[in-house]
Each structure stands twice: as C-alpha cells, then as structure tokens.
Nanobody
Framework: QVQLVESGGGWVQAGVSLRLSCAAS????????MGWFRQAPEKEREFVAV????????AYADSVKGRFTISRDNAKNTVYLQMNSLKPEDTAVYYC?????????????????WGQGTQVTVSS
C-alpha cells in the first residue's frame, strides 16, 4: 500500500510563494510519474503538473505554466511543487498522486494513489 502525505499549504497573500511537498512511502517511488492536482470549492479536480519518474520531463497546466515548478527527489521519495506569484484563483486543495505508469498523464484516471490534500488559500 502506497501512502502519500502532502504538506506546505497555508494562507498567503497574492504574489508570494509557497512550496508544497509530498512524501511517499514504499520502495518503488522512482518507478512512476508523479502529479499534482487541485480542487477548488464546487469545481472538479484539475491537473496542475506532472513529472517523469527520473525528473527529466515535466508538463504543466496552462494556468500555472511559468509560475509553478514541479520537481522530485527520488532519494527522499518526495515530490515538490514550487508555486510563485500566487493568485487568488490558485486557491484550492492541492493533491499529489502517483501515476499508474511512467507517462505524463493529465487525467485523474491515470493516477492510482492520492494524498489527503493540503489547503492553499491566496487572498487578494
């Protein structure tokens, strides 16, 4: 059983930065792509970013491209999401998830394990 635990969320003002972390249990962390998703109140969960198993390839939603950076440290079984220039529309619960394979999927169905989420609130 894989467990994913996010941390680093909080309440911040627009324009500042936050870094989210997601620690994974198990010995196969480096076998899979890892993604970040977010869900705002009364909205569907949406893709934010994904990173390949080795970290050499990434993909981002258009809404965060140029502001957010996903990275991973396979030695620490951890994936990160650096969020800069935060906007009120970035307010959501942020989830990390493990991909079902090594591909850079953007659909929630391409992920099999999810964390419990961490709240990010950005005030204007």
């Amino acid at each position: 059983q894989v467990q994913l635990v996010e941390s680093g969320g909080g309440w911040v003002q627009a324009g500042v930065s936050l870094r989210l972390s997601c620690a994974a249990s198990g010995r196969t962390f480096s076998y899979y792509a890892m993604g970040w998703f977010r869900q705002a109140p009364e909205k569907e969960r949406e893709f934010v970013a994904v990173i390949s198993r080795g970290g050499g390839s990434t993909a981002y939603a258009d809404s965060v491209k140029g502001r957010f950076t996903i990275s991973r440290d396979n030695a620490k079984n951890t994936v990160y999401l650096q969020m800069n220039s935060l906007k009120p529309e970035d307010t959501a619960v942020y989830y990390c998830a493990r991909g079902v394979n090594s591909g850079l999927g953007r659909d929630t169905q391409m992920y099999d394990y999810w964390g419990q989420g961490t709240q990010v609130t950005v005030s204007s």
